[in-house]
């Protein structure tokens, strides 16, 4: 019976996770394939992130430096990409009334890069988290 909550459990948050994950990189303006370049992932894995699926053998579990290389390469912070994060920050550092969440960013407030921003990013060889 543990099993099953469990894994309902984070089948309920790997979704969250890949809504999470495709609305920022479209909010982006920038392909899988882009986004691939831009972190050093493979686009299959970031498909496969987005669709809460782990190569068709189960559900997607992305480890904590992927996550870190998706949230330097869409420049978020990483709890960004973590569903509920924003509710659990907020109960845990309340601000006495204040809405200054700087250190988490949703999908709705994201601009997209400059094409050519993406590009020299895409192309230069480095890494954001190297």
Known sequence: MTFAVERLMWSSYGHGFSI???ALREGRK????????????????ISNLERNDHYGEGLADPRLSTIYKLALGLEVPPASLLPGAARMV????????????????????IAPFPSDYVNRRRFSGKWAFE
């Open 20 to 22: 999470t994950l495709q």
């Open 90 to 109: 907020e109960e845990i550092c309340a601000l006495d009334g204040e809405d200054d969440w700087t250190l988490l960013v949703k999908p709705e407030h």
């Open 30 to 45: 920038i392909s899988q394939q882009a986004l691939a370049d831009i972190t050093g992932l493979s686009r299959n894995q």
